[in-house]
Each structure stands twice: as structure tokens, then as C-alpha cells.
């Protein structure tokens, strides 16, 4: 079945420092892959996402590229700031017309001033 | 354009007692899901709608849950009798099949079962 594997959190970072979230993943076809982003006390919002091998999706200064061949899609920011500490999740698409996602179990992030 | 909308936002209630959580998807999208997450089991899915037909509720924890959605708009997942460890934040999301997938979530219901 399908499956979303991300690093071993929490990171601590302090601010402009370089991100990269690792995520990994199986998947039978061809999904859809996302970033999700939670801050305290709300629900997930999409941050970025990519549909086909070799896209590059990027939103509020965050990247992350679809690579096939090593079946990952890492998160990376180049100077993170305080108001990105959140919880990060990694989630793909089910093949198929489902529109079901799975998740990876998230990773906690914190920027210190 | 109003997000999924969900209530209460908050709900603390007493082992035993019936709890109904609410749900109103973004008008339009015909796919309805209901998540609960902890600090233990992480995010998991419970239940999806389609057109308002339930797919798969493989993850409905037990016969104490039970999720409807009577029409395109509203949707409830009902707990009858609550226990102290349903205690969680529950989400509802939508999307819709003409989309890449994402869903939009909403802000959840944060239950306390004392």
C-alpha cells in the first residue's frame, strides 16, 4: 500500500537558518505529492504541492521537488523565520479518483529568535 | 469564500455522554472527510464521503462512532457512549474530485471526555 515516511522530529532551528525536511515515499502509479503546514491551534493548510515527476512546487518561500527516481519530496527553505515554527506534514494522493491522502506523522518545527 | 466550517470548536462532556461534532464543507466539493489526531496515533482518517455515500470507514476506531451526511452541506460524526480516550482533535476536510487532491481542512473540535 501506500506510505509517507518523513525524518524523526522535533527541529530546532534558529532564525535564517536553512531548512530541508526529508520525506520519503511508496506509492504504486503516479500521485500527487503535498506539504502540508499546521499551526498551534488550527487545522492543515496546503502549502505546496506537485503533480508529476520533476515538478517543483514553492509557496511563502518554501520549495519541494518531485523526484522520482528516489521517491522523495523534501521540504527546503532557505532562512527560515519565527513564524514558521509549526508542525509540517508530507501527504501524497492516492492513484485513482478516490481523492483520499495519505499522511506522513508530521514533523515539529521551531525557529528561536 | 467561507472554509470548511466546524463546531463547536471546543467540547468537553462526560464518559458516557453522547458527543456530535459538525461539519459544513466548501460548497461545491463532494468529497467530505473526518480526521482525529493525537498526540499518540498522529493523524488518522476515519471516514470519506462521496456525493454523500460513505467509501470507506476502515478507520472508524469502533461501533461507538457513527458519521452521516444527510445532504452536500453537513455532515456529523457522533460518539454514543464517549470514553476518555476519544479525547482529541477532530478534523473535517473537503475537496473535490476535479482538483489535484488537496483537501482544505477545517479548524477542528478539540473534545474532552472527563
Known amino acids: 500500500g501506500n506510505s509517507v515516511t518523513q525524518m524523526e522530529g522535533p527541529v530546532t532551528l534558529s532564525e535564517e537558518a536553512f531548512l530541508t525536511i526529508n520525506c520519503t515515499y511508496t506509492?504504486?502509479?503516479?500521485?500527487?505529492l503535498f506539504w502540508y503546514v499546521q499551526y498551534p491551534g488550527e487545522g492543515l493548510q496546503l502549502l505546496l504541492k506537485?503533480?508529476?515527476?520533476?515538478d517543483k512546487g514553492s509557496n511563502k518561500g518554501f520549495e519541494a521537488t518531485y523526484r522520482k527516481e528516489t521517491t522523495s519530496f523534501h521540504l527546503e527553505k532557505g532562512s527560515v523565520q519565527v513564524s514558521d515554527s509549526a508542525v509540517y506534514f508530507c501527504a501524497l494522493s492516492d492513484t485513482g479518483a478516490n481523492s483520499k491522502l495519505t499522511f506522513g506523522k508530521g514533523i515539529t518545527l521551531s525557529v528561536r529568535p | 469564500d467561507a472554509g470548511v466550517i466546524q463546531s463547536p470548536r471546543h467540547e468537553v462532556t462526560e464518559m458516557g455522554q453522547e458527543v456530535t461534532l459538525r461539519c459544513k464543507p466548501i460548497s461545491g466539493h463532494d468529497y467530505l472527510f473526518w480526521y482525529r489526531q493525537t498526540m499518540m496515533r498522529g493523524l488518522e482518517l476515519l471516514i470519506y464521503f462521496n456525493n454523500n455515500v460513505p467509501i470507506d470507514d476502515s478507520g472508524m476506531p469502533e461501533d461507538r462512532f457513527s458519521a452521516k451526511m444527510p445532504n452536500a452541506s453537513f455532515s456529523t460524526l457522533k460518539i454514543q457512549p464517549s470514553e476518555p480516550r476519544d479525547s482529541a482533535v477532530y478534523f473535517c476536510?473537503?475537496?473535490?474530485?476535479?482538483?489535484?487532491?488537496?483537501?482544505?481542512f477545517g479548524p477542528g473540535t478539540r473534545l474532552t471526555v472527563t
Open positions: 506537485a503533480t508529476k515527476a520533476d
Open positions: 476536510a473537503s475537496t473535490t474530485g476535479q482538483s489535484s487532491y488537496e483537501q482544505y
Open positions: 506509492a504504486t502509479g503516479y500521485p500527487s
